[in-house]
């Protein structure tokens, strides 16, 4: 059975370097933007045009350096925004205006003072507007999560009449739990005139926790987009992580979902964001964290070295990396010291073994984590007699 495409919506540039404190310049996002599309996004949002005059320019740097992937700009549901982002894409091979308002009961009341006709009023105008510079228009209802099911119908109904090609659905606030944001989907997908001539689009904020599971979830109910940025950064909490749900879908043959990422290139791609934006990201990440692969615990250890998908559900070539790391502590085995004594030259015996394993615990004690040249150490101080039959 062919697995359903997938699009791969990257925000790295536009709501990922909202975090504070990160702002790239120009040259810094045309060397991920030129990452992103070698990685096989399908859309780059490059920026928010209006928001400044070093923001206009990058998007139309962006635009001329990406060759294969969707350029996108953000705009607000006003034509000067839209005029931005239409001239800043003048380049791009294949641009997309971004444009949207809210719609939950909240945004329309605090944010807008509005009503809802006029918020379905506004959205109208704003795709038509955006639709008359280019072919590509998705619009996001903001707060779509809190959103009331019917009335954002509503509105998808309406900008669908008017061109626009994607729909956006976010979670603005990472309220939603993973059936609530996978129902919403489902809602749209069967009261929506016109749904099947769109695309449904997931952007899920990290709040609760949960932008990965709502993604996840909106595509197992039709969204055939999903908006995320590279080490899940961004704004509060943060969006949902690219590597995971790309993983996700790799892993997990019976969705009959695929992207066209090389998964190869995710853990340096990782690695260039966080040098880029000077955020680095928990050891404990998922997929790309220093520890992702790291195994210390005797118990753990023993089922890894033996096979590797004892404890290993992602082979570590598939991200990027060369091997697992078996990481010498207190809690690790005989098993494990061997294994790592053994890459370094040193083929133990069992009762050489015997010998250095209590040197071993003694150092793993005072210093926490034991390295090559430790063991080099202990075995020399074991002094029990070892031809090295490995070079190091």
């Known amino acids: 059975m062919s697995k359903d495409k997938v699009q791969i919506f990257d925000t790295t540039l536009r709501d990922g370097e909202q975090v504070p404190g990160c702002k790239l310049n120009t040259e810094q996002k045309l060397v991920i933007a030129k990452r992103l599309d070698l990685l096989g996004v399908d859309v780059i949002e490059a920026g928010f045009p209006a928001s400044s005059p070093g923001d206009f320019n990058s998007v139309v740097e962006i635009s001329k350096l990406v060759k294969n992937a969707t350029v996108c700009a953000l705009t607000r549901a006003n034509k000067k925004d839209i005029e931005a982002a239409a001239q800043a894409l003048q380049y791009a091979v294949k641009p997309r205006i971004h444009t949207g308002i809210g719609t939950s009961d909240s945004h329309i009341k605090h944010k807008f003072n509005s009503t809802r006709e006029q918020i379905i009023e506004r959205a109208i105008d704003a795709v038509a507007y955006a639709k008359s510079f280019v072919d590509d228009v998705e619009f996001y209802a903001e707060d779509a999560g809190r959103t009331d099911n019917e009335f954002l119908a509503k509105v998808c ?79 509060r909490a943060g969006n949902t992580a690219l590597e995971e749900v790309v993983m ?143 070079s190091a």
């Open 248 to 390: 996700i879908m790799k892993q997990h043959p019976y969705l009959n979902l695929d992207t066209n990422i090389n998964t190869k290139l995710l853990h340096s791609t990782s690695q260039l964001v966080q040098q880029s934006m000077g955020i680095s990201v928990q050891p404990n990440k998922a997929v790309v964290g220093e520890n992702a692969f790291a195994h210390s615990s005797g118990i753990h250890q023993d089922g890894v070295i033996k096979n590797r998908q004892t404890y290993e559900i992602i082979n570590p070539l598939d991200i990027g990396l060369t091997e697992s790391l078996i990481v010498l502590t207190a809690r690790s085995g005989r098993a494990a010291l061997a294994y790592r004594a053994k890459n370094i030259g040193y083929e133990l015996t069992k009762d050489q073994l015997d010998i250095v394993y209590p040197q071993f615990l003694n150092y793993a004690d005072i210093k926490k984590e034991v390295n090559d040249d430790d063991i080099h150490q202990i075995i020399d101080n074991s002094k029990i007699f070892m031809s090295r039959k490995v």
């Open 157 to 235: 109904e309406e900008v669908i009449k008017v061109g626009a090609t994607v729909l956006n659905i976010p979670d603005t606030t990472g309220y939603c739990l993973p059936e609530e944001y996978g129902a919403k989907i489902k809602y749209l997908k069967e009261n929506v005139k016109g749904i099947e001539n769109v695309t449904l689009s997931c952007h899920c904020h990290n709040d609760l926790g949960l932008a990965t599971a709502n993604s996840i979830a909106g595509v197992q109910n039709g969204a055939r987009q999903i908006e995320c940025t590279i080490n899940g950064i961004g704004e």
